[in-house]
T-cell receptor
């Protein structure tokens, strides 16, 4: 599984757009990129997943450049409730099961 | 519908005691996972079940850890002779997938185990 590197922490204010970049230089051809969100005292929650270019859902957007060596999770107009830890994961889409490998994640703090 | 539930939410055990942690996955979910999360760290994979079959237990840290899912639904993670280093949050996750790649995993709230 490709190793990922992301900032340890980020600070933002309500209403701003937040972009969290994840580096995965050794990503393989069959690897997908997935982001999970974790609030205190809760289990992680799936946010978004992509393979290339751009993916958007009701929560976030995921930007993946052509070389796929990095990806950026974009949270539009964050609110206080977006304060959480965000994990970037990379894994082989062809594995028989999804053995998620989490790093330490990025702690996002949104202030008023 | 109901999500993944875990019980107890908090467990305090004295060193050397045995503990059993329960996970109720989402009904109909084939795959079930256990993770261990130390304070300030991301979750780490422990073991995986597909229905009642334990297909991977490579993440179990020692032979004191044992997991089962006898009827392919509820799962129990048992830790024998608990040690202080076992203190962590134990997360359970389930997914609908059966061998499908990167299907979304749904996590429970976790059981916080404190060994004193």
């Amino acid at each position: 599984l490709a190793k990922t590197t992301q900032p340890i922490s980020m600070d933002s204010y309500e209403g701003q757009e937040v972009n969290i970049t994840c580096s995965h230089n050794n990503i393989a051809t069959n690897d997908y990129i997935t982001w999970y969100q974790q609030f205190p005292s809760q289990g992680p929650r799936f946010i978004i997943q992509g393979y290339k270019t751009k993916v958007t859902n009701e929560v976030a957007s995921l930007f993946i450049p052509a070389d796929r060596k990095s990806s950026t999770l974009s949270l539009p107009r964050v609110s206080l409730s977006d304060t959480a830890v965000y994990y970037c994961l990379v894994g082989d889409m062809n594995t028989g099961f999804q053995k998620l490998v989490f790093g330490t994640g990025t702690r996002l703090l949104v202030s008023p | 519908g109901a999500g993944v539930s875990q019980s107890p939410r908090y467990k305090v055990a004295k060193r050397g005691q045995d503990v059993a942690l329960r996970c109720d996955p989402i009904s109909g979910h084939v795959s079930l996972f256990w993770y261990q999360q130390a304070l300030g760290q991301g979750p780490e994979f422990l073991t995986y079940f597909q229905n009642e079959a334990q297909l991977d237990k490579s993440g179990l840290p020692s032979d004191r850890f044992f997991a089962e899912r006898p009827e392919g639904s509820v799962s129990t993670l048992k830790i024998q002779r608990t040690q202080q280093e076992d203190s962590a949050v134990y997360l359970c996750a389930s997914s609908l997938a059966k061998g499908q790649p990167w299907d979304e995993q749904y996590f429970g709230p976790g059981t916080r185990l404190t060994v004193t």
